[in-house]
């Protein structure tokens, strides 16, 4: 018996009679068709898309009793590709649901890998829980996607990815470390794993592989920006860059709020003074999900839109800002801790 999934979106229009509304099917895109993949025997339909762009499968769906259901986005042609939700890690601060994959979710993300068109994709962002829990799925892409296909795995970097993985020039590594010492990166990520992490990435350095390191701003950890910064700087400088990221109250955030969360304007201007040391050092740094006006002039060029466009909202009074076309905005889970200083 399978497990009830709680899907949250829908989309595409009618599907064609030849699928039945007693099976599962999994929907994957391509330009002019899509493929229905029945998950329990594999069988493939090619169907053609929708003439109504409206109506067209552009994301990964699973169709369950006749009814249509997102399974992984696709954004600006990457895949988001949430293999699993289990994790070793507890991070406080966390804004995903954790330990909730269905029965079959191996069986569904062997289908995707097997049926997956790369003519919609110029990428492939691995993530969960902890993604590198079932590396064998990414190894699978890795030796199977075209060239043009770049990969990126979001891993808490206590697991050493496999040698196909980190010899493969294609691969970037996003891996957070919260704090420049094992005790507060340890209470932030619910784990003793601060010496395994930094040992790991110096063996990774031996690779080509690029390394994104990730710093989420938080009550806890903002003081010590500065010593963070300095600590990559002689520890770690082999990185390819650096992300200092707002926090998403969602999940394990909001059940935290109070421990964890702060107004930005408390840390701005220590914020700019890290990614500004990290710069002269020839380290490059950016600044994610936090909005433009924030920032005094000089420091905008450090701002990446991050936010993945369904999750991003603005204020009523963003709408007569002049930096709205550069602003990436707010995490829609924020908007109301923005209301109150912007």
């Not at 829908?10 to 899509?34: A, H, V």
């Not at 201007?269 to 006006?293: H, M, Q, R």
């Not at 204020?315 to 709205?324: E, S």
Request: proline share 4%; glycine share 4%; charged share 25%.
């Amino acid at each position: 018996m399978q497990m009830k999934r709680n899907w949250h979106y829908s989309e595409g229009g009618q599907m064609r009679n030849c699928l039945s509304d007693n099976e599962t099917y999994i929907l994957i895109p391509g330009i002019k068709r899509y493929k229905a993949i029945c998950l329990v025997t594999g069988k493939v339909e090619i169907i053609p898309q929708p003439s109504e762009e409206s109506e067209k499968i552009s994301n990964l769906l699973i169709r369950e009793k006749g009814k249509n259901h997102l399974l992984f986005r696709i954004e600006n042609r990457e895949l988001t590709f949430f293999i699993t939700s289990k994790c070793n890690h507890r991070c406080i601060m966390c804004p995903q649901q954790l330990d909730i994959d269905p029965i079959d979710n191996d069986l569904i993300v062997q289908r995707v890998i097997d049926n997956l068109d790369y003519d919609v994709l110029d990428g492939i962002c691995f993530t969960g829980g902890e993604p590198l829990l079932k590396m064998q799925f990414i190894e699978q892409v890795v030796q199977n996607a075209p060239e043009h296909i770049d990969i990126t795995i979001l891993t808490n970097g206590i697991i050493m990815p496999s040698e196909i993985i980190l010899k493969s020039l294609r691969v970037k590594l996003c891996v957070p470390l919260y704090a420049p010492y094992d005790e507060l990166h340890n209470k932030m990520t619910g784990s003793v794993s601060f010496y395994k992490v930094v040992e790991n990435l110096m063996k990774i350095s031996k690779y080509e592989t690029l390394i994104e390191l990730r710093f989420v701003m938080t009550k806890l950890n903002c003081s010590c920006l500065e010593e963070y910064a300095r600590f990559v700087w002689r520890n770690l400088p082999f990185v390819q860059d650096v992300a200092f990221m707002g926090m998403e109250l969602t999940a394990e955030a909001h059940k935290n709020k109070d421990e964890l969360w702060i107004n930005p304007e408390e840390y701005i201007e220590l914020l700019e003074k890290t990614v500004s040391y990290l710069d002269c050092c020839g380290v490059t740094a950016w600044i994610y999900n936090l909005p433009f006006c924030l920032f005094d002039e000089p420091y905008r060029r450090f701002l990446v839109k991050s936010i993945s466009p369904w999750k991003i909202q603005y204020l009523k009074k963003c709408n007569y800002c002049n930096f709205k076309g550069n602003c990436g905005g707010m995490f829609f889970s924020d908007i109301k801790e923005y209301e109150k200083i912007l």
